[in-house]
Structure formats: C-alpha cells, structure tokens
Nanobody
Framework: QVQLAESGGGLVQAGGSLRLSCAAS????????IGWFRQAPGKEREFVAAISVTGAATYYADSLKGRFTISRDVAENTVYLQMNSLKPDDTAVYYC????????????????WGQGTQVTVSS
C-alpha cells in the first residue's frame, strides 16, 4: 500500500511559480506511476502530468506543456510538479495519485490518492 501527501500549494500572483511535492510512504512506491490531477470548483478532476516508474517517461496535458514540469526523486520517494507562469485558470486543488500499468491520463485508473493541496492564482 502507498500513502501520498501533497504539499507546496498556496496563493501566488499570476506569472509566479510554485513547486508541489508528492511525498510517498511505502516500500513499493518506486513501482508506481505517479500522476498529478487538479480539480477546480464545479469542474471535473483533470489530468495535469504523470511520470513513469523510472522517471524516463513523462506525460503532460497539452494545454500545460512548457509551463509545468514533473520530476521524480526515487531516493526521496517524492514526485515534484514545477509550475511556472501561473494563470488564474490554474486555480484548483491539486492531487497526486499512484497507479500501476499503462494509460496515465485517466483518474479512474489510479489506486491511491493524496488529500490534495490548494493552489490559488490571483490576477
């Protein structure tokens, strides 16, 4: 089993940056694909980015490519999401999830979730 905990959210002005962390406990963390999703009020949870078990493969929502970067520190059992040039539309609760297998884009395929961290971008 894997327990996930997000941190690093907060209030930032448009154009600013934040780095979110997804810290995991559990000896099998390194065998899971980790994904970041976000959910704004009144909207469905949407895919942001994902990273493979080894970190060799990364996946992004097309609309976020070039602004967001996902990375993985296997030794620290942590996955990061660097978010640059933030916009008010990026305001949401950001969640990290863990899954096995392929197809990292669908939230329904993830087995474990953290509690989320709020990101608010002011204009």
């Amino acid at each position: 089993q894997v327990q996930l905990a997000e941190s690093g959210g907060g209030l930032v002005q448009a154009g600013g940056s934040l780095r979110l962390s997804c810290a995991a406990s559990g000896r099998t963390f390194s065998t899971y694909t980790i994904g970041w999703f976000r959910q704004a009020p009144g909207k469905e949870r949407e895919f942001v980015a994902a990273i493979s078990v080894t970190g060799a493969a990364t996946y992004y929502a097309d609309s976020l490519k070039g602004r967001f970067t996902i990375s993985r520190d296997v030794a620290e059992n942590t996955v990061y999401l660097q978010m640059n040039s933030l916009k008010p539309d990026d305001t949401a609760v950001y969640y990290c999830g863990a899954k096995t297998g392929y197809s990292p884009y669908s939230s329904s395929s993830y087995t474990y979730w953290g509690q989320g961290t709020q990101v608010t971008v002011s204009s």
